[in-house]
């Protein structure tokens, strides 16, 4: 990157799970999940300018508090990247956090796989590297994060194949700003050992085709996660009381919950009543675009 170049940005969407299965168990203590993954146009934004090190600031609604250093995904994404080059390239990044922490919704793992893209874009010799190897070692969630299209997850988060195509539609993020990891979660399960639940089918032919199949799939860190957070059971009931929302679920491990809406006006109507009842709640409508695998 030269030294007049103009700041590069990448946005890091939201990841929202809208099923997902815990089939197992492995020895090394992961968990084998199943899950589809969607990622509306909202989240956080990373820019990079030229610098002589790596080097991370931070601001945003949530930025409050969150760490520069290293235990940052974002700055440890692009210190593994430096790595694997064999070089020392820099970059000033900085991270808007706009998202809520610790929701459910892909957080720092969304941000690590926007430091990715965007630094293999600058830095040269990264079209050599592996990009997914980097993410997986970061995380479960990363390669997910890296990839942001639409899949069908499987393994420990590693195994992407591409979600089957399905009509645009609108989501309303609902979280009831209670922090809750993953970590908590999984250790709150009763049972780590579900059915997977049957194949999705090659495409969804409408909204109401996908709605009608969700209904068959479960999250199943929900139970777990609202007996943590009762919390989820009202940000869940909100959503539900709209009578345009036309599915709803906890998305990952929680708290963030996600309502499905077919038109924009349904669903920005739907986030001003709950804002509006709920003061003190993050509410966010966001575009899930028309998805076709290639």
Known sequence: MTADAPALAEVARAKVNLFLHVLGRQPEGFHTLRMMVVFPKIGDLI????????GLSVDGPFGDGLSTGEDNLTLAAAAALAVKLGAAPGAALHLQKNLPIAAGIGGGSADAGAA??????????????NLHNIAFALGADAPMC??????IVGGIGERLSPAPAFPGFWVVLVNPMTPLSTAEVFAGLERRENPAGAQPPAQFSDLAHLTSWLTTQRNDMESAARKLRPEIGKALSALAWDRTCLFHRMSGSGATCFGIFATEAEALNASAQIRQAEPGWWVAPAEVEEWTPT
């Not at 820019?47 to 790596?54: I, N, R, V």
């Open 47 to 54: 820019t990079a300018e030229p610098a002589s090190g790596l």
């Open 116 to 129: 990715l893209r965007l630094l293999s874009r600058i830095w040269p010799g990264s079209d050599r590297v």
């Open 146 to 151: 890296l990839a942001q299209t639409p899949a």
